[in-house]
């Protein structure tokens, strides 16, 4: 059974940094092919992809937030840390990890219950 | 980048039909997975690769995608059903995609 559980701040202030951890168990991200992802979601708003990172540590982000985000894995926790720098109200939202399955173009299939961060001073 | 096009709701009444469609350029080229979420809930995966239903997901739930358009049909529509649909897609850089997501309503 896959499950995932993100932990971190539920407040920050603008301007600091964002560290956010990704536990989960069920699967190993040491397996070809799979991948956890980081999804958000403003109050009202609709999902947004933020980073993925695959089991061969190959790294992705969102065009628009690359600058300010950082994926990494730790394989032997099995767990997956995004940081995100200089915080700023508009980041308010639910952040959410998730499982991306092996082969091909594969949907999230699994996803934490996500965690709901304030930006705020 | 790759631009996905939901409606912002679609309203029906219980036992009936409703579609969901999901615009993008030749999305019917692409796969297409759908997500069910409702409030306060983190999104469940409800149909993948177009047309297909993980274990768990009832019947009533399918999808088809053609074309410009993808399109989620829930059959007999219950009041569980109330929820925000989106859809996703993996864009030309291998980089996942949302639409704005459909507020569902069921009268």
């Known amino acids: 059974q896959i499950t995932l559980k993100e932990s971190g701040p539920t407040l920050v202030k603008p301007t600091q940094t964002l560290t956010l951890t990704c536990t989960f168990s069920g699967f190993s991200l040491s397996t070809s092919g799979v991948g956890v992802g980081w999804i958000r979601q403003p109050p009202g708003k609709a999902l947004e992809w933020l980073a993925l990172i695959y089991w061969d540590d190959d790294k992705r982000y969102s065009p628009s937030l690359k600058s300010r985000l950082t994926i990494t894995k730790d394989t032997s926790k099995n767990q997956v840390v995004l940081t995100m720098t200089n915080m700023d109200p508009v980041d308010t939202a639910t952040y959410y990890c998730?499982?991306?399955?092996?082969?091909?173009?594969?949907?999230?299939?699994?996803w934490g219950q996500g965690t709901l961060v304030t930006v705020s001073s | 980048s790759y631009v996905l096009t939901q409606p912002p709701s679609v309203s029906v009444a219980p036992g009936k039909t409703a579609r969901i469609t999901c615009g993008g350029n030749?999305?019917?080229?692409?796969?297409v997975h759908w997500y069910q979420q409702k409030p306060g809930q983190a999104p469940v995966l409800v149909i993948y690769?177009?047309?297909d239903r993980p274990s768990g997901i009832p019947e009533r739930f399918s999808g088809s995608n053609s074309g410009n358009t993808a399109t989620l049909t829930i059959s007999r529509v219950e009041a569980g059903d109330e929820a925000d649909y989106y859809c996703q897609v993996w864009d030309s850089s291998s980089d996942p995609v949302f639409g704005g997501g459909t507020q569902l309503t069921v009268l």
């Open positions: 998730a499982h991306r399955r092996a082969g091909g173009p594969t949907p999230f299939d699994y």
């Open positions: 030749n999305i019917g080229s692409k796969s």
């Open positions: 690769y177009d047309s």
